[in-house]
C-alpha cells in the first residue's frame, strides 16, 4: 500500500558550475518575486499575470514556472532560498543529476545518503530514462512523425540524448523509493559564499526501519577522532574517525573532487548506517547541536565535512519520521566541559576529560553521556 508510507527529506550537495550557479541564481529571484506577486494579487487580475510569466522570466523553464504557482496556489510558504524542482531534477550517475532548464548535468554527491537510500534516486533515474527510450523509440517506429511529432523527438532528444543508452544501473532499495518532490536550496556558507543542495523526497515503507522499542535516551557526539559516539544507560558505541592526508578534501566543483567525497564517504559508511540503526532504536536522541559556523577553515570541519557526519543530526531527524523517535538538539558547547555521570565541570585535554570526583574518561564518551543528560 501506498498510503501508509512515510516521506523523508534528505539532501545531497550540488556544485554547480560559474555559468549553472547564475541561472539557477535567476530561478531563486524568480521564486521569490513571483510568489510574493501572486500572493499579493487580487484573484481577477491572477490569469493574465501567470499568463506572462514564461515572458518575464525567459530564463526559467516553463515547468519550474509552473510550480513556482502551484506552490502560491497552496498557500505554501515561499522560503527565499528555494526553488521547486520536483520532476525535473533526476539523478543520473552516481555523482551527476538532470536538472530541466540546465545544458549540462550538475554535479551532486548523490551517493551521499545513509543507508543506501541514494539507490532510490538512482532507480528512479534509470526508470524515467527508460521511459524516455522507449516513448522515443516508439515515435521514430511509426513514422508518422509529422510537424509537432518532430517537435517532440527534437526535444527529448537534446534533453536526454547524451543520457540515453548509458544509464546507471541499480538495484535500488527495497521498501524505499523516490517521489515526486524535490527542492534546490541556496544557503550561506561558513565562507560567506553561496552552496547548494537538492532535498530529495524518499517515500519509505513503515517497516522499512523497526519502530523505536528502546525505552530509553541516547546521547550522539559527533567529532573527528570518532565520527559519532552514543551512549545510553546501558550501551556505549562509537564510529571510529580516520586523519584525512593533505589534498584529500576538496570543495570545488570539478568531477575529481566528486570523486574524491565518494571515495571518503565511502570508508565508513557501513558503519555509519549500522550506528545510525542502532541509536534509532531508541525512543529518545539527544543529539549535539553543533554551529558549524564557529568551525569554518577548520581542519576539523573539513575532515567531518569529508565524513559526511555534519548531516548526522539531519538523517537522524528525518529518518526518525519512520521509528517514531524523538530527536532532541542538545547545545554543545558545554559538552566538552561538563561531567557526564555528575553534571560538574570538568577538564578536556585532547581525548581524555577528567573530573575531579568521577575521575578520568574518554572526552567523546564523557560527551555524549553528558548530552544524554541534558535531554
Ligand atoms: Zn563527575
Known sequence: MRGDRILVDLST?????????????????????????????????????????????????????????????????????????????????????????????????????????????????????????????????????????????????????????????????????????????????????RQWSITWSIRIAPRWLPAASVDDCVGVDVGVRRLLTWASRDHAGSVTGWRLTAGEWQEDSTMEAAVRRRALFARSAAELDAALRGILAFRRVAIEATNWRGLAGTPQIDAMTASAVVDVRHWLTALARVTGSAVVPVSAWSSSRHCGHCGQPGVRQGSHFTCAICGDADADDNAARYLRACA
Do not use: K
Open 13 to 193: 550537495r550540488a556544485y554547480p558550475t560559474p555559468m549553472q550557479a547564475a541561472r539557477l541564481d535567476t530561478w531563486l529571484d524568480a521564486t521569490s518575486s513571483i510568489s510574493a506577486a501572486l500572493t499579493a494579487l487580487p484573484v481577477a487580475l491572477r490569469a493574465d499575470a501567470v499568463a506572462g510569466l514564461p515572458d518575464a522570466w525567459p530564463e526559467v523553464p516553463i515547468s519550474i514556472l509552473r510550480q513556482i504557482v502551484r506552490w502560491a496556489d497552496r498557500g505554501t510558504t515561499i522560503r527565499r532560498d528555494c526553488v521547486p524542482l520536483d520532476d525535473e531534477v533526476m539523478a543520473v550517475t552516481p555523482y551527476l543529476v538532470h536538472v530541466v532548464g540546465l545544458d549540462d548535468l550538475l554535479l551532486s554527491d548523490v551517493t551521499r545518503l545513509p543507508l543506501g537510500l541514494s539507490g532510490a534516486l538512482l532507480a528512479d533515474g534509470a526508470r524515467r530514462l527508460d521511459e524516455v527510450d522507449a516513448s522515443l523509440q516508439t515515435q521514430l517506429r511509426s513514422g508518422r512523425a509529422g510537424p509537432v511529432g518532430a517537435a517532440d523527438v527534437q526535444q527529448m532528444v537534446r534533453r536526454y540524448g547524451t543520457l540515453l543508452g548509458t544509464t546507471y544501473r541499480t538495484a535500488g532499495v527495497p521498501g524505499a523509493e523516490r517521489a515526486r518532490y524535490a527542492t534546490l536550496r541556496a544557503y550561506r556558507a561558513p565562507d560567506g559564499g
